[in-house]
């Protein structure tokens, strides 16, 4: 019969090294929960697992330079997932740097999560939580994370605005049309600048999405300050952007 503590170090084989885990991933039974715990503890005091906080343990890398730790996206990975299913992602700087939009790498990387609040504090990385205008999912954070850009665009350090909307508007161009559909779906959730930005993106893109939901759902009155002018988006006029 196969031990509790023979079946975690079978799973744990399974796991490439320097990747993180948590117990739901070990493939125990809710009535095995005591003796796993004990199993883990001994693996950590013979080196094969450590522990980087409560419930949540890496499988160190070795190397002839000694032991490497995980990086910054593989420690996050557990707390941006519940059961296999994703239910937060990293935005922020930590975004708008990796999309090429930043030099700029924050000491504290945001996490957004629709009804959980992500906190994370170890020696690797540390993260803070915000809250998501949508729910997230494996099918939408990478549509949440350009409408994030629209939303922070005045706020992201350095940011040339020129090179910044060529590279959105790539961003945009490799999306098929239903998932441009989705992002103006999810758009409507977002403030009302954001929905003026993608607007104007879009028209610029000469998309064949119908962009009257966004018109729609803007007050003709209203204005928004971006400090884009015509030379960098010849369509924010026609989206009341300045």
């Known amino acids: 019969m196969i031990t509790v503590s023979q079946k975690i170090e079978t799973e ?69 997932f519940r059961k296999g299913k994703r239910i937060a992602y990293i935005t922020g700087t930590s975004l708008y740097n990796r999309l090429g939009l930043t030099t700029q790498i924050p000491k504290n990387i945001k996490i957004a999560s629709k009804n ?9 990385v540390k993260a803070s939580p915000i809250k998501s205008y949508v729910n997230v999912t494996d099918d939408n954070f990478y549509l949440l994370e350009l409408l994030d850009v629209l939303k922070d665009f005045k706020k992201i350090p350095d940011l040339d605005k020129e090179s910044a909307i060529t590279i959105i508007i790539q961003k945009l161009k490799d999306l098929n049309q239903k998932e441009v559909k989705l992002l103006i779906k999810y758009s409507l959730a977002y403030p009302p600048r954001v929905r003026a930005f993608l607007g104007a993106l879009l028209e610029k893109m000469f998309t064949k999405s119908d962009l009257s939901t966004l018109q729609k759902s803007l007050n003709p009155l209203s204005e928004y300050s971006y400090g884009i002018n015509k030379d960098i988006l010849p369509t924010a006029q026609n989206w009341k952007i300045k």
């Not at 697992?49 to 990975?77: A, D, H, M, N, W």
């Not at 959980?116 to 690797?124: G, Q």
Request: glycine share 6%.
């Open 12 to 80: 744990i084989n399974k796991f490439s090294d320097g990747s993180t885990f948590r117990y739901e991933q070990l493939a125990i039974e809710p009535q095995e929960f005591f003796a796993a715990t004990k199993a883990v503890e001994r693996l950590i005091a013979k080196g094969m697992i450590k522990r980087i906080s409560t419930g949540i343990f890496y499988k160190p890398k070795k190397t002839i330079f000694g032991e490497l730790k995980p990086s910054e996206q593989e420690v996050l990975k557990p707390y941006l």
């Open 116 to 124: 959980k609040r992500i906190t994370v504090s170890n020696e690797i």
